[in-house]
T-cell receptor, first 114, second 110 residues
């Protein structure tokens, strides 16, 4: 089945040690999103790519970066994780930027910062 | 700005009970509306959606009708199962971004 895949499902890192989370999709969608979701909260959009165009949310900390080397893959880099960055990170895709289009989510990567 | 308001949870029901989770929104224009479900430890799955007024989205026994006059998109199911226990998010899309409500946890007991 076509899908959004996130690896790993669980990631443990140390305070201040850079970490990369990955997302891939077989849907051939133009748009890919990264969300942060803390416990019992709604997902919070960090940034998105429309094709190669990067769009950062105004309140996304500089500590969070992203790369999209090709249509299928998108990476979330956390340069110096703090304890407050422990969360579920969700990747999502959509075919195009239109009101009626659905966003398709991956299973998420749960990040633990020690 | 645009926003979504959901009823506070948790909602606790016995199996086969009727479910309603209220969702109202504030938005200019004609947004699309969505319900997503999140099972423990998982990502979000689209449950249903509606893209214009009076549309009814339905899936797996769940239904929601886009009511522009009351700016609502309440989720209903006639007979819940234990397997429906999850967090339900109402969301709107008025630009290229999804705006989520805070989520409502549903707990169904046998």
């Amino acid at each position: 089945d076509a899908m959004v895949i996130q690896n790993p499902r669980y990631q443990v890192t140390q305070f201040g040690k850079p970490v990369t989370l990955s997302c891939s999709q077989t849907l051939n969608h133009n748009v890919m999103y990264w969300y942060q979701q803390k416990s019992s909260q709604a997902p919070k959009l960090l940034f998105h790519y429309y094709d190669k165009d990067f769009n950062n949310e105004a309140d996304t900390p500089d500590n969070f970066q992203s790369r999209r080397p090709n249509t299928s893959f998108c990476f979330l880099d956390i340069r110096s994780p703090g304890l407050g960055d422990a969360a579920m990170y969700l990747c999502a895709t959509t075919p195009r930027l239109a009101l009626q289009e659905t966003q398709y989510f991956g299973p998420g990567t749960r990040l633990l910062v020690l | 700005g645009d926003s979504v308001t959901q009823m506070e949870g948790p909602v606790t029901l016995s199996e086969e009970a009727f479910l309603t989770i209220n969702c109202t929104y504030t938005a200019t224009g004609y947004p699309s509306l969505f319900w997503y479900v999140q099972y423990p430890g998982e990502g979000l799955q689209l449950l249903l959606k509606a893209t214009k007024a009076d549309d009814k989205g339905s899936n797996k026994g769940f239904e929601a009708t886009y009511r522009k006059e009351t700016t609502s998109f309440h989720l209903e199911k006639g007979s819940v199962q234990v397997s429906d226990s999850a967090v339900y998010f109402c969301a709107l899309k008025n630009t290229d971004k999804l705006i989520f409500g805070t989520g409502t946890r549903l707990q169904v007991f046998p």
